[in-house]
């Protein structure tokens, strides 16, 4: 008998949980995430019991979590999350297995999203691949070799935190340049020639066969993809890579990071 | 009968070159890179006949080298080389096997010299290591899991083009303000401030284990150590890596690059 998994992905702005069956979602839910470390638990306490409900607990294999931030992820612990800093020094694991008594896997939210990505989206078929997300921070992911990376202190892939100008990292700059685009031409034209500069960097760096965006605004970088390439272009110091490189949008939307998630139980 | 390698290093200010044989050197010769194509392949021909002469060439089982630049590695060619520009399209492979009807392979040099640092020198133990050397240019190359990374077109560990400020990248930044350090207190704090954020980058984007410093200019960089050290922490994401990061100066001096060519025979 194949079991559910639970994939949790607890984001900046937005938890998303799936429910996770035979390579494919069964049902998924979705809340804000709050702004103080009680109300956060307490609400996605109720998002997994709503999602499981009406399922023995004995059909559920596992629980895997993705969290934006750095993790220490055999001890389970938040170690850095900029943009939900109440979380910093949760032991997530370890609360997950208290409430739901099932077995608990973690991972940092970038890294799953592309997880899914590879296994059941965009990804399919490529070895070398980076992923970036795109949403209240900038996050990253790697495989290589068909191997996903975690880094000596499984905080491999730190993309937005990149420093490109001004000893300001790429997250600022894109964040900040982002909630100007509609009113700035400055803003519009520094946003494209920035976002070419991170990609051309973590081309010359990695020089992976694609780069998969995805996170909650991943439709606006999209529209800036010609920009982005042209500049990028400028950078990128191999020939071959320069022609070869693809960059393309996630497919499974807003429930890849939950659905990486629960392929922690997949590997 | 365990028979001798040939490594010879190409940078972009000199040629080196070892015979190498049961994990030591046995002779080594350099000589300075020429200007122009007809000269350094005359010169580099002079210099490879004289490490191996007296040798039956029954004795020689093949020749590695390394070159600063991206490379091919399958078909033989430099595709770009910064700072070697005469050097743009040579078959280096081809031509080596002509010359010396030895099997030849190639790799780019600063990827030779992690290599070398890895087996044999201060790279031993670790599991992921980047390597950065200094020199004409500046070079990267990458183990991760015991693994040496190539990327999908043979150009990963580019780390000195990364942008790091004002669309400029950390070779031109780092060569430019190294030739002023002596004259201006303002050249010796951008240099070494800039250096923190290359290696921040790096860090936050790969999570080494350790990070070993290479090339002509080592010393140099060695000397802006504890300086380096303060500015990259300022922007390391992961408490973890920040406290555990290693970075280490190579062991084995000017040889390592020819050493780890000739290395890529002991793979």
């Known amino acids: 008998m194949i079991k559910y998994i639970v994939g949790i992905d607890i984001g900046g702005s937005k938890i998303n949980a799936v429910l996770f069956k035979n390579g494919k979602i069964f049902k998924s839910a979705k809340i804000l995430t709050s702004k103080n470390l009680k109300e956060l638990l307490e609400k996605l306490e109720a998002l997994v019991r709503k999602l499981i409900s009406g399922l023995g607990s004995k059909k559920i294999s596992g629980i895997g979590c993705g969290v934006a931030g750095v993790l220490d992820l055999q001890k389970g612990v938040i170690l850095n999350a900029p943009n939900l800093k109440f979380l910093n ?132 970088v999209k529209k800036f993809l010609p920009e982005i390439k042209i500049e990028a272009a400028k950078f990128i110091i191999s020939p071959k890579s320069r022609k070869n490189v693809k960059i393309l949008v996630g497919k499974l939307g807003e429930d890849a990071g939950a659905i990486g998630a629960a392929a922690l139980f997949l590997e």
Chains 1, 2 share one sequence.
Do not use: C
């Open 89 to 220: 020094n949760l032991n997530i694991k370890k609360w997950l297995q208290e409430q739901f008594r099932r077995e608990v896997k973690i991972d940092n939210d970038a890294r799953s999203f592309l997880r899914a990505e590879y296994m059941f989206g965009a990804g399919r078929g490529y070895k070398n691949l980076i992923g970036i997300t795109f949403g209240t921070g900038i996050g990253g992911g790697m495989f290589i070799n068909d191997k996903i990376i975690y880094g000596a202190n499984d905080s491999a892939g730190e993309l937005g935190h990149m420093i490109i100008s001004k000893r300001k990292d790429l997250e600022l700059l894109i964040v900040k340049q982002a909630r100007k685009l509609r009113f700035s031409k400055m803003a519009t034209k520094k946003f494209g020639q920035n976002l070419g500069i991170g990609f051309a960097n973590v081309i010359n760096i990695l020089d992976p066969e694609v780069i998969i965006i995805g996170g909650g605004a991943a439709k606006t």
